[in-house]
């Protein structure tokens, strides 16, 4: 019951703040009048966006955070075209624009805060225990952990015993965790529709439509020309450094796969002493790798050794966002446990992937190949630009999941 009031208390103070801050910028920054059916609207089209579950409710605290301010700054953005475009000239657009993201900013802000209070409070009140069930487990022993446990994680599991447990789960009301197949994901971006009187899902994996392939290469186009124009002074400091330190050349070249197993000359700062794989053939980096050089250990660490593959997206073996190209030679190793592995190389490869965001440095095979999928089912525009940041993100945050499956506004 407890858990219950304080929950119902932090969405009161969250909403409450919200309305407070919505009140204030339409007085004193948009010098507009406070209208009930206006305000009544943007609650509802608040309502629609921003009151459903944000991704998934385990992902790292930043993407939720930069998701929910997505999602602000369009409520606003329409809000403000409906309501307010008629009060402004063109001249100041780009000031009204900047109210519009201080307001997003501040709103998520607030939700950061106030999550961050309901976490503290919540960890005084609530004893959560969970349990995990593993093939070992007979059927009747996962039941028993089911019955006295608030969460379960269910492993690697036979498909029928899931699919029985995660049945009980659903009986006894239980939150649950299950680790994911290849075929969970693929039908993740499934779309529902009927047979006869029967609800079914229909699957089409082609990868990237037409279209949608247009869009990404014209923006891996404009972008790739300003970011190599915009980071030219840089590129030509790192090139002199590592020239500097042992003479060698600067550039590395290495063969990678892109689309369709095509193979292609990737582009990278030479990181490694001259003839690193010269003794013992092509090997995985490892984190403390002794053939780094001084100057790529840093490049290395700050991810600047990858910026040369501006070029590759330049000259379209490449784009910004997608499944990070790897070696034939790593490819045909993981093919032999993993036959579906080539399923990532349906898009082109990426400076930054899913699988570089949302995993480690030695992240397997598997689980890269689960999170490219996840991208190229789910492919949007939008989903580039959140990886994106993210990746900028991730260069200089440290490893955080934050649980948000207790809000039920997301």
Not at 132 to 141: F, G, N, P, S, Y
Not at 228 to 248: F, M, N, Q, W
Request: glycine share 4%; charged share 25%; with cysteine.
């Amino acid at each position: 019951m407890k858990r219950q009031l304080n929950y119902i208390l932090m969405q009161t103070v969250l909403w409450g703040g919200w309305i407070c801050e919505y009140i204030w910028f339409l007085k004193h920054q948009f010098q507009m009048r406070f209208d009930l059916w206006v305000f009544v609207a943007y609650l509802f089209l608040l309502y629609l966006c921003v009151v459903r579950k944000l991704g998934n409710n385990n992902n790292r605290r930043y993407e939720i955070y930069m998701e929910l301010w997505g999602r602000l700054t369009a409520v606003n953005v329409v809000w403000y075209l409906f309501v307010g475009a008629k009060t402004v000239h063109f001249a100041g657009i780009l000031l009204v624009l900047w109210k519009l993201i201080l307001l997003s900013t501040i709103q998520c802000i607030t939700f950061a805060g106030v999550f961050q209070i309901y976490k503290k409070i919540m960890e005084h009140f609530q004893i959560t225990t969970a349990c995990v069930i593993t093939r070992a487990d007979t059927l009747e022993a996962a039941k028993e952990k089911i019955r006295v446990h608030d969460s379960v994680f269910l492993e690697d599991l036979p498909s029928d015993e899931r699919n029985e447990l995660l049945k009980f789960c659903y009986y006894m009301d239980r939150q649950v965790y299950c680790n994911t197949k290849l075929s969970d994901i693929m039908i993740r971006g499934s779309g529902l529709t009927q047979y006869h009187d029967s609800p079914v899902f229909f699957c089409n994996h082609f990868g990237l439509e037409l279209s949608k392939r247009a869009v990404k290469r014209c923006f891996d186009l404009v972008f790739s020309v300003l970011c190599l124009l915009t980071l030219s002074p840089l590129l030509l400091v790192i090139a002199i450094c590592i020239k500097c330190e042992d003479g060698g050349s600067v550039i590395y070249r290495q063969t990678r796969c892109t689309r369709d197993m095509k193979k292609f000359e990737i582009y990278k700062f030479r990181s490694m002493i001259a003839d690193a794989e010269k003794i013992k053939g092509p090997q995985l980096a490892t984190e403390h790798d002794k053939r780094l050089t001084h100057v790529g250990r840093f490049l290395r660490n700050t991810k600047l050794d990858e910026l040369p593959q501006l070029v590759n997206i330049l000259k379209g073996d490449m784009s910004f966002v997608g499944p990070r190209p790897e070696r034939p030679e790593f490819i045909a190793k993981a093919v032999e446990d993993i036959p579906e592995f080539v399923l990532r190389t349906k898009v082109k490869a990426g400076l930054t992937g899913y699988a570089q965001v949302m995993g480690n440095y030695n992240t397997s095979f598997l689980d890269k190949l689960k999170w490219d999928l996840m991208y190229i089912e789910n492919y949007s525009l939008f989903l580039d630009l959140k990886i994106i940041l993210m990746t900028a993100i991730a260069i200089f945050a440290k490893d955080n999941h934050e649980d948000f499956s207790k809000w039920d506004m997301l």
